[in-house]
Nanobody, 113 residues
Framework: QVQLVESGGGLVQPGGSLRLSCAASGSISSISTMGWYRQAPGKQRELVAHITGGSSTYYAGSVKGRFTISRDKGKNTVYLQMNSLKPEDTAVYYC???????WGQGTQVTVSS
């Protein structure tokens, strides 16, 4: 059974940085696409970024140039480096692995002064 555990969320001031981690446990394929969604209060869940097994990446327009997604296949872990954070980045961030349609439990990111 595949499970995802996220970490790294928290409270940060505008302009600050955070790095989220998502570790997958269980037997997974290294070619599985993994990525991050986020959901702000009162809004729909939206795709933030994903990375394929071949390390191709996608970013939502709102985070392009500020966020960087990466993965460590040996550790079955995907990371989201978030720089120049804005209040509108405040949301619960969820990790997902596409091939198994499995989600993490979510980690809160709050950007506020």
């Amino acid at each position: 059974q595949v499970q995802l555990v996220e970490s790294g969320g928290g409270l940060v001031q505008p302009g600050g940085s955070l790095r989220l981690s998502c570790a997958a446990s269980g037997s997974i394929s290294s070619i599985s696409t993994m990525g991050w969604y986020r959901q702000a209060p009162g809004k729909q869940r939206e795709l933030v970024a994903h990375i394929t097994g071949g390390s191709s990446t996608y970013y939502a327009g709102s985070v392009k140039g500020r966020f960087t997604i990466s993965r460590d296949k040996g550790k079955n872990t995907v990371y989201l480096q978030m720089n120049s954070l804005k209040p509108e980045d405040t949301a619960v961030y969820y990790c997902k692995i596409w091939a198994y349609d499995v989600w993490g439990q979510g980690t809160q990111v709050t950007v506020s002064s």
